[in-house]
């Protein structure tokens, strides 16, 4: 089947800087990635719709200039957590949408970040 | 909003016991709903779904029937193997492809 590979699996970063995550679809378009996060024992949570080149669509409650993603291709989807803090630590996973493979939806393994 | 409820885990069986995993749900209007899995180390996988009332989903030996009286999607397997050990979600989407999930069961089988 279709493959979302997101990078990288896991990150431990300190307090103040910057982590890209990477999810790229290997054998499809994506014309939507979603980006999902989850806290422990929690659900995870949509943050944020993007459409290739196009602005991401936020959920209520995320800060889109802390969450930055860009979308820039069919393939390429980049989630940049901007000055991370321990409270941002959590499970984010990634997941395209393709309208060729019968509007499906194909999940990353997701990355774990942790901010010391 | 929508919200998914799933029951906690983690779930330790014995190879060939059955399994069952409860889901409710709340929403508006009339959802579809899914099941996923995550074996390790993997992204999470479309398991089975139904889109509407009364529908039964089912994939790999593992059933889920959507009942809209006591909004539930319970996911059952009457046999299980050491290979269904993964993170099993339940999930809901009324629009746009966005989903509500619930916060996963982790199941463990021995052999």
């Known amino acids: 089947g279709a493959v979302v590979s997101q990078h990288p699996s896991w990150v431990i970063c300190k307090s103040g800087t910057s982590v890209k995550i990477e999810c790229r679809s290997l054998?499809?378009?994506?014309?939507?990635m979603f980006w999902y996060r989850q806290f422990p024992k929690q659900s995870l949570m949509l943050m944020a719709t993007s459409n290739e080149g196009s602005k991401a669509t936020y959920e209520q409650g995320v800060e889109k200039d802390k969450f930055l993603i860009n979308h820039a291709s069919l393939t390429l989807s980049t989630l940049t957590v901007t000055s991370a803090h321990p409270e941002d630590s959590s499970f984010y996973i990634c997941s395209g949408l393709s309208g060729r493979l019968g509007e499906k939806l194909f999940f990353g393994s997701g990355t774990q970040l942790s901010v010391l | 909003g929508n919200s998914v409820t799933q029951m906690e885990g983690p779930v330790t069986l014995s190879e060939e016991a059955f399994l069952t995993i409860n889901c409710t749900y709340t929403a508006t209007g009339y959802p579809s709903l899914f099941w996923y899995v995550q074996y390790p180390g993997e992204g999470l996988q479309l398991l089975l779904k139904a889109t509407k009332a009364d529908d039964k989903g089912s994939n790999k030996g593992f059933e889920a029937t959507y009942r809209k009286e006591t909004t539930s999607f319970h996911l059952e397997k009457g046999s299980v193997q050491v290979s269904d050990s993964a993170v099993y979600f339940c999930?809901?989407?009324?629009?746009?492809?966005?989903?509500?999930f619930g916060a996963g069961t982790t199941v463990t089988v021995r052999a």
């Open positions: 054998d499809f378009q994506a014309t939507t």
């Open positions: 999930a809901l989407s009324d629009r746009d492809y966005k989903l509500s």
